[in-house]
């Protein structure tokens, strides 16, 4: 079987697991040679011809279904986009966490102390490279400004600006979970005991203030929900379409199907 060509293992710097290169490569292929595809549909040549397999099933389904298209935005290939995609999110969030941990801390000697230590963090994180340097990334940009931010005495109009800052903030916690699961967990349980334990507000508005961060943080997985439902969508039309000429056979098959689940279920509960 002749394997789908993909761009050099060198160019994707920092390095990115080979079986994420895959997907890549495959979900980039089906959308330049059948732009309407559906989406997290991958397109392999082979030596029988074309082969499809779905994408997501076994490994997060965020990068397979967002840098192929900014790779086609920005005429870029896939190594350039995952190195663009890499260094844009670690230098605006480690330009953020500097800004917020500048203006949290006093001393300046321990000013200095957290940019050493911010540099070896840096060092490590472009060598492990991945979608694990998300976690890290996440934790920079955000641990300086809710220290700051959510341990304060908390008048009405903080607490209205809160209810903003918390939703946005889940919406970006919900896109790195669904790019790299519980890349956002360990970040989210923090934040939630400032709220808890921190907050000088009422109990109630305490719990307004998680729902929102929640909230925010369904947002990127329910819209990937649309997106697998619009693959099983195209999947089961285009099995219809094929079988169309046999549809009571269809039907038969799918009864007998169900009969055989009940069958099952029957004998469980025995």
Request: proline fraction near 5%; glycine fraction near 6%.
């Amino acid at each position: 079987m002749t394997k789908l060509a993909i761009d050099s293992l060198d160019t994707f710097f920092p390095r990115l697991m080979p079986v994420r290169q895959w997907d890549l490569q495959a979900a980039k292929y089906a959308q330049n040679a059948l732009p309407s595809a559906p989406p997290l549909v991958g397109m392999q040549p082979t030596d029988s011809g074309i082969s499809y397999r779905a994408l997501g099933a076994t490994d997060d389904a965020g990068l397979p279904y967002l840098l192929p298209k900014l790779a086609n935005l920005l005429h870029l290939s896939l190594g350039e986009a995952w190195t663009l995609w890499f260094f844009s999110i670690l230098l605006l969030s480690y330009a953020l966490g500097i800004y917020g941990m500048m203006r949290l801390l006093a001393s300046p000697l321990v000013k200095v102390f957290y940019l050493i230590h911010l540099l070896i963090v840096t060092v490590l994180t472009v060598m492990v490279g991945d979608v694990y340097a998300l976690s890290a990334c996440l934790a920079i940009a955000a641990v300086p400004f809710a220290l700051r931010f959510f341990t304060d005495t908390t008048d009405e109009r903080r607490y209205r600006a809160s209810l903003a800052v918390l939703f946005g903030a889940g919406i970006v916690f919900g896109w790195a979970h669904v790019i790299r699961s519980h890349a956002a967990t360990g970040l989210i349980l923090f934040m939630v005991t400032l709220l808890l334990f921190a907050m000088q507000v009422s109990w109630l508005k305490r719990m307004i203030l998680i729902a929102s961060l929640w909230f925010g943080f369904l947002v990127p997985p329910f819209y990937m929900k649309t997106v697998f439902d619009a693959r099983c969508l195209s999947q089961c039309a285009g099995r219809l379409s094929l079988l169309s000429p046999s549809a009571p056979f269809l039907a038969l098959h799918l009864l007998r199907s169900w009969l055989l689940e009940q069958r099952l279920w029957t004998s469980l509960q025995r």
